[in-house]
């Protein structure tokens, strides 16, 4: 299987033979495209898909659930099992919490109101909501203590102190309970799985990865596009935009391509590149949506790609040319090659 197989989106060897983690990333996010229906058969292809899964929720546009801040917003979905969707027995009913005569049940319901005041009070990762005294729903930090233990390695998270957390939970929960201080001000989960030695990043291979980052966006939108159906994994103006692309002769097929090919379509097709890009920028600001991209809006797609791809974090730093710590679009086009007349607020859709 390609993505246990394959080494993982490191860069090696010449570069014009690299073959990076975006055209695997794709592969795996095509894999579970396709896979729905099939058997998915080796735990650890579904412990990699986790990462894909991600992908997939980032990047169907799936950011709408409100979260409020932090790289919580993807990595409950992240380190979610595959969807399970919970199905009444046969001949129970769903609605009902208990069976018993009328008048109970209608009691039940009514404690369960008072009881569930927490229920809709959405808190931030790190926080549960508990009641005071006068049955007000609030916030207050996770003891972490009571977060559940990691089922396997996959679950491990590494923050940006460079420690290893067993779980998101107990990162946010660490996180949270030094809410306030200077330190707690600066850690950020900076990737998924347990820290590791990462290579640094040298100036050719940096270079490299626009190219295939690019690339890579271009397939994913064709793919959602093509998988689109009635998933609605594209409003109605992003389909216009990608049919486009898709249905361009000229385009370069996904595959495997070496640099050199890569670089040569991007400037003739260069055209086919500008929405992508805009695109991407546009699934992850988000949290708000300001036109300015946050360490940690910018986690959904930092944090799987790391541990694979060592020029991420450099590459995403060095986006930031002015260094303020926001990516704004101007910033994240340069990036990417977009030129400036290009850059579109418009092409946010
Ligand atoms: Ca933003
Ligand atoms: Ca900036």
Redesign the pocket.
């Known amino acids: 299987m390609l993505l246990r197989g394959a080494k993982l989106g490191r860069p090696t060897g010449n570069v014009s033979s690299v073959n990076w983690g975006g055209w695997q990333i794709f592969s795996g996010l095509r894999s579970l495209l396709t896979s729905r229906s099939g058997v998915v058969s080796v735990k650890l292809k579904i412990e990699k898909m986790r990462v894909w899964l991600l992908l997939v929720l980032c990047l169907a546009g799936s950011a709408t659930a409100a979260p409020t801040e932090e790289e919580e917003v993807f990595v409950e979905e992240l380190l979610t099992e595959e969807p399970v969707v919970e199905e009444p027995e046969v001949g129970a009913n769903p609605v009902q919490i208990e069976v018993g005569e009328f008048d109970e049940a209608i009691e039940i319901v009514e404690d369960d109101v008072v009881e569930n005041a927490c229920l809709d009070y959405h808190c931030k990762k790190g926080k549960v909501c508990e009641l005071d005294e006068s049955n007000t729903p609030m916030c207050v930090c996770q003891d972490a203590t009571s977060c559940p233990p990691a089922e396997g390695e996959f679950e491990h998270v590494c923050g940006t102190d460079n420690k290893t957390y067993d779980t998101s939970c107990h990162f946010f929960a660490t996180k949270c309970a030094l809410e306030g201080t200077k330190k707690g001000h600066k850690l950020h989960l900076d990737y998924v799985g347990p820290c590791k030695f990462i290579e640094p990043c040298v100036d050719a291979e940096l270079h490299e990865f626009p190219l295939r980052m690019r690339d890579w966006l271009k397939n994913v939108l064709v793919t959602l596009y093509e998988r689109d159906m009635d998933n609605n994994l594209l409003t109605e103006k992003q389909k216009l935009r990608v049919k486009k692309i898709y249905e361009n002769e000229k385009r370069l097929q996904a595959g495997e391509h070496s640099l050199d090919l890569l670089a040569h379509d991007f400037k003739k097709n260069y055209n086919m590149y500008i929405f992508p890009v805009h695109w991407q920028f546009g699934q992850l600001d988000q949290h708000p949506a300001d036109g300015y991209l946050t360490h940690s809006e910018l986690s959904p797609l930092r944090a799987p790609l790391i541990p694979m791809e060592h020029c991420t974090t450099r590459f995403f730093e060095e986006c930031?040319?002015?260094?303020?710590n926001?990516?704004?679009l101007e910033?994240w086009a340069a990036c990417f090659g977009v030129k400036e007349q290009d850059i579109d607020k418009e092409l946010i859709i």
Do not use: K, L
């Not at 930031?320 to 303020?324: E, F, G, K, T, V």
């Open positions: 930031d040319a002015d260094s303020d926001y990516i704004a910033e």
